[in-house]
Structures are given as structure tokens and as C-alpha cells.
């Protein structure tokens, strides 16, 4: 069974590649990180949101918003409203709340999950299985 996805929000944002921003990062929509931000990276206002955090991205702070791509690194909590995604070359150095979670092989966590609680709604879990043998 595959999620039902909805369209996901533009991505109106970029840190570029060799890019370091510090301080906190308000977005609101989309943002695509491939440099380093030290500091929260915090979805603004209670409309649909998406972050990616690419392969050679780092990030030293929180994560917030509705669906979150991790594929780089994020020291520090990662908080997910609808998806978190981790692909193959995802780390996480904190804990991770969830409402769904879809997590590819080579993917780590050095932390706690727990699922978002909602009412009368099981976790959903799913493993992504690689052909990459």
C-alpha cells in the first residue's frame, strides 16, 4: 500500500551548496537545503510545508514542518506534522516525532521515535526496501 499524496508545496527556497546560514530559518511552502544551516529550520503559519535536505546538507538545530526529505545530516530533533521521509544516506542526531514515516535502507537515527499522536489513527510505518544489493 503507497501513501495517498497530496500535491506538496512549491519549493520557493534554496541554501545552496557551499552556503552557511546561522541563525533561525522561518520558511513558508517549500525550502531546499544542500549547504549548512546552524541553527531551527521552522516552517511558518499552519498551511502545508516541505523541506529537503539534500545529500551534502547539514543542518545544526531543530526541524519542523509537515513533510520533511531528509537525505543529509541533522543534529538535532526532527519534528514531522504529516511525512518524514529518510533516504539511504539520512542522519539524525536527536529525536524524531513522526506522524508517518518512511525510512530507506542505510538510513540512521541516533535517537527516540515516537509517533505524533492523533485520535483513533495507528502509526503507519513503512520500509522501503532497495534493490541496491
Do not use: C
Request: aromatic share 4%; net charge negative.
Amino acid at each position: 500500500m503507497w501513501f495517498s499524496r497530496k500535491k506538496q508545496p512549491p519549493i520557493r527556497s534554496l541554501i545552496g551548496e557551499g552556503t552557511a546560514v546561522h541563525g533561525e530559518l522561518r520558511f513558508s511552502e517549500g525550502l531546499r537545503v544542500d549547504g549548512e544551516v546552524i541553527g531551527d529550520v521552522i516552517a511558518a503559519g499552519d498551511g502545508a510545508s516541505l523541506v529537503v535536505i539534500s545529500e551534502n546538507a547539514r543542518i545544526m538545530g531543530k526541524v519542523i514542518a509537515g513533510h520533511v526529505i531528509i537525505n543529509g545530516e541533522v543534529h538535532g530533533p526532527v519534528s514531522s506534522s504529516e511525512l518524514l521521509e529518510l533516504q539511504p544516506k539520512a542522519r539524525i542526531v536527536g529525536d524524531v516525532h513522526y506522524h508517518a514515516l518512511e525510512m530507506h535502507q542505510g538510513a540512521k537515527i541516533d535517537g527516540e521515535l515516537r509517533h505524533a499522536s492523533a485520535t483513533d489513527d495507528k502509526p503507519t510505518l513503512k520500509l522501503a526496501a532497495s534493490n541496491d544489493h
